[in-house]
């Protein structure tokens, strides 16, 4: 009787998800004939794009997803899955894909993931629920607090992001640039200031996001320009310049100007007329006033500089805000969430749980990197979703789940490269205490690292097959070795020195609870792996953002995360005293925080400051 009742709450459990997913896709559907706020719209496509089709087809997996964090990565995995498989389809299909097509793939595969799971409770029976997995921990309590924080992190953000952080080019113009390529072509054509015409700076999965947005909410041909002009770009660098060609070059002074080339003679180019002002070739490079003569790589770089400033004029007139945020914003708020579970597995209890998330929220910084900063957000939901994942006491199959993982964070940054590097050396260093493990054994106990490193490998194997040349040269170059070994040929400038980084650094209140913290768990780090893991996490990221050469808050910011764990976790030490002395800190800078916040509303240079170059 107990299995039969089990089933059949499984079964309403599924309907409830299909009624609730078909009334989001009819929403989105009728949004067509009476256009919603876009606020309304946008929610409904961040459940298209992060929550349905991933919804459905955990629930092949529901009776070893008990873990919320495990459930809530697996959603986004798998929604993600199958919106990359409604662009390669499209593609190999040749069929032109648009916001109609891709929601009615989405919607086809969400609808066929239930109607398999519904047949599964019908043929399983007793095995469709299987107690042997674990109970879900989590009191009511905890999971109203987990949706309560998330819902108000979502609104918080959205709110923040349109009302006070303006257009920034490292996020809303480089995501908004690769969205027409990658949706058209699976290419993420862009035209960077580098002078390179596809985007590998970094991996591309909050792109794709990116993308979807831009595709369902039917504003993608606004992204049109950006690939117009790459390919305009990717001409001009293969073509030989010849006599009588009219080119157009750009003046800071005088703006747009067109010349014709008079002649070509041993590489070097005559115009028909000098100059009218400095023509603009690169950051701090410029070709001088009244010349006619220019080598051929010189007016090849002004041209190509030309077409980046109606590049920056388009991104100007249209930034199209709402569009490159809301998977940030999604992400951010989700991250919040799983912030709570985390301090509340650690601690057990929903007050501390819930005062963790309230201060993550309460930094300006980590807001205004969480909407506004390219690969913030996602990064942390990343590295939030791999550490709950070893935390948690709750029996799951953590190999298969954590390697996912893996792959995702190496599909999203590089950079957090720290959490992976850290988990490996607490695995070396918990194997001087234990016999020597076999190599099933080392697999399993190494799942995430060696899942962090086939997402890498992706990434690289999707950049060589692209374009091997301009991925060796924009990611393997620029934002690899030359930031380590501080070749700055590129001519940016703004960046901290390391003692101007660490200076901002330690200037900020939340420090000092954190030295109060390590100081707490000093005894644990020598010996308890998750104590470890938080200290290796923050101290490599630390290193590493002393060493490269780009330095600014929006790196080194990526270990908030562990230090922030690491103040909640020495609680787990700390008696009914130091408890309330830690309750009285935590209030008094979530205080100055919010102080900070209204203070910068009026002036969003105050937190720019902050930052350094963002």
């Known amino acids: 009787m107990a299995d039969h009742n089990t089933t059949s709450k499984r079964s309403r459990r599924l309907l409830y998800e299909v009624v609730f997913s078909n009334i989001v896709f009819f929403l989105y559907l009728i949004h067509y004939l009476k256009p919603f706020s876009p606020f309304a719209l946008f929610s409904i496509i961040a459940l298209l794009v992060f929550v349905l089709p991933g919804l459905a087809w955990a629930n092949m997996f529901s009776d070893k997803l008990r873990n919320p964090a495990a459930y809530i990565f697996a959603v986004i995995f798998l929604s993600t899955v199958w919106g990359l498989c409604s662009y390669v389809s499209h593609f190999l299909t040749g069929f032109d894909i648009n916001s109609q097509t891709h929601a009615a793939f989405l919607f086809l595969v969400t609808n066929a993931g239930f109607l398999i799971a519904f047949r599964k409770v019908g043929r399983r029976g007793k095995a469709g629920e299987r107690s042997g997995t674990g109970k879900l921990i989590l009191s009511r309590a905890a999971v109203f607090s987990m949706l309560l924080i998330f819902l108000c992190a979502y609104l918080f953000l959205y709110w923040f992001s349109l009302n006070f952080v303006p257009a920034l080019e490292d996020n809303d113009f480089e995501l908004g640039g690769t969205a027409y390529g990658l949706t058209s072509q699976l290419k993420p054509h862009l035209l960077s200031d580098r002078k390179t015409t596809l985007y590998f ?13 831009f595709l369902l909410s039917d504003k993608i041909d606004e992204a049109r320009p950006y690939y117009d002009i790459a390919r305009l770009a990717q001409r001009y660098q293969k073509k030989q310049l010849q006599p009588k060609e009219r080119i157009t070059l750009y003046g800071p002074e005088s703006g747009y100007k067109r010349y014709e080339i008079e002649s070509i003679a041993d590489g070097k180019v005559m115009l028909d007329k000098p100059l009218r002002d400095g023509v603009k070739i690169d950051y701090g490079r410029y070709l001088e006033k009244g010349r006619r003569i220019f080598e051929s790589s010189q007016i090849r770089d002004a041209m190509l500089w030309a077409l980046i400033e109606r590049e920056y004029a388009v991104f100007a007139a249209r930034p199209n ?14 991250t919040c969430a799983l912030i709570f579970y985390c301090i509340y597995i ?6 501390w749980a819930f005062l963790a998330a309230v201060l993550y929220l309460s930094f300006p910084t980590i807001v205004v990197l969480t909407v506004g900063e390219i690969y913030y957000s996602i990064s942390s939901f ?16 953590r190999d298969a789940v954590v390697f996912w993982m893996g792959i995702f964070a190496g599909l999203s940054n590089h950079k957090i490269f720290m959490l992976p590097l850290a988990l490996f050396l607490v695995y070396l260093l918990q194997c001087r205490h234990r016999p020597r493990p076999s190599f099933k054994e080392a697999i399993s106990d190494n799942a ?29 170059r620029h934002h690899l070795l030359d930031r380590v070994l ?16 660490w200076k901002n650094f330690l200037n900020w209140p939340f420090l ?9 768990l000093r005894k644990k780090i020598r010996c308890e792996a998750i104590a470890q893991i938080l200290f290796l996490w923050a101290l490599i990221g630390a290193l590493a953002y002393s060493i490269v050469d780009w330095r600014e808050m929006g790196h080194i910011s990526l270990i908030t995360l562990p230090l922030l ?3 909640f976790y020495a609680l787990s030490d700390a008696g009914r005293r130091r408890s309330y002395i830690f309750a009285a800190f935590v209030s008094v800078i979530i205080i100055i925080n919010l102080v900070f916040f209204y203070s910068a509303t009026g002036d969003f240079t105050l937190i720019l400051n902050k930052l350094g170059w963002l």
């Open 565 to 567: 764990i690491t103040v």
């Open 382 to 397: 990343a590295m939030i979703s791999i550490f709950c994942a070893y935390i948690d006491r709750v029996e799951w199959p």
């Open 448 to 476: 995430v690292v060696l899942g962090y490193l086939a997402g890498i490998a992706l990434f690289w194997m999707y950049g060589l097959c692209v374009d091997s040349g301009t991925f060796l040269v924009d990611h393997f």
């Open 201 to 213: 700076a970094h991996p591309p999965l909050i792109h794709l996001y990116a993308a979807d947005f």
């Open 486 to 501: 501080h070749k700055n040929v590129l001519g940016y400038t703004g960046y901290y020195s390391v003692f101007g980084m």
């Open 346 to 351: 650690l601690l057990g209890s929903v007050l």
């Open 512 to 520: 000092l609870l954190c030295i109060m913290a390590i100081w707490q």
């Open 321 to 334: 805000l709402i569009v490159t945020r809301i998977s940030n914003i999604f992400l951010g708020a989700l």
